[in-house]
């Protein structure tokens, strides 16, 4: 098993510098984010210390799991899957990083509440859903702008950008449009100069289509089963938090 996580890692790792050459832009502009829902501590563990150092979680319940094992081995921990109010604790306890997920006011100002009671901040990403599927988290286009200005006001959340999970399709030009609404949103806003708002992080693109991303601007692209291999469950299962 860790000969295949390090052989997929090459593949992988591959397959973004060439996305990047033929998109003329810089493989250091693209940050390979291993989405390690199901994944032991052990395994992830491998790809940490082949370099890799960036990770993330769709559920609360498994960041704690793996929080004892993977706390001495450096990396940075996102979260990834839809976040409930009473489990904001939880993410700053487990350190972290960034919550990619943010896609309402509400969850924005119980999350800073939190924050302020610790004195700490908070990277986060405006979770955008682009693709119009009722099965997908994220706040509408139309009202992403406004959604960032009343996040921009909580200033323990620091905005750095948006994140999309796209049309889950084969057919990689059915996925572009979704990528395309996520990059002209990052201009529009980058163009109001909103105050506490950095728009440099577009995390979008998976292990079947991160070459469309790319090309569209991706910096963060997530992989999961392309590195780690096929999961019991399907994703379904993982991505709502109340399941």
């Avoid at 390979?32 to 993330?56: D, Y």
């Avoid at 700490?120 to 706040?139: H, M, P, R, W």
């Avoid at 572009?176 to 002209?184: D, E, H, M, Q």
């Avoid at 096929?230 to 994703?235: C, F, G, L, S």
Wanted: proline fraction near 2%; charged fraction near 30%; include cysteine.
């Amino acid at each position: 098993m860790k000969e295949d996580i390090l052989h997929n890692l090459e593949i992988i790792n591959e397959r973004i510098k060439k996305a990047c050459e033929k998109a003329g832009r810089s493989p250091d502009e693209v940050r390979l984010l291993l989405a390690t829902k199901t994944v032991s501590a052990e395994h992830i563990k491998t790809a940490l210390e082949r370099g890799q150092t960036l990770i993330a979680e769709n559920k609360v319940q498994e960041l704690k799991e793996k929080y004892e094992d993977l706390k001495s081995t450096p990396h940075e921990n996102h979260f990834i899957g839809h976040l409930q109010t009473n489990k904001i604790k939880d993410i700053l306890k487990y350190e972290v990083a960034c919550v990619q997920s943010l896609d309402r006011l509400d969850l924005a100002e119980k999350l800073h509440q939190r924050l302020l009671s610790e004195g700490k901040t908070i990277d986060v990403l405006i979770q955008v859903n682009t693709s119009a599927e009722e099965s997908k988290f994220g706040v509408h286009p139309d009202e992403a702008l406004e959604l960032t200005r009343k996040v921009s006001e909580l200033h323990t959340l620091k905005i750095k950008g948006l994140m999309t999970i796209g049309l889950f399709s084969a057919e990689t030009e059915q996925v572009r449009p979704c990528f395309k609404i996520l990059k002209n949103l990052q201009q529009e806003i980058i163009g109001q100069n909103i105050p506490n708002v950095e728009m440099k992080e577009l995390s979008m693109g998976m292990s079947g289509d991160l070459e469309t991303a790319i090309e569209e601007g991706s910096t963060i692209v997530r992989v999961g089963t392309a590195v780690f291999g096929a999961r019991v469950y399907p994703d379904s299962f993982y991505w709502n938090e109340g399941v």
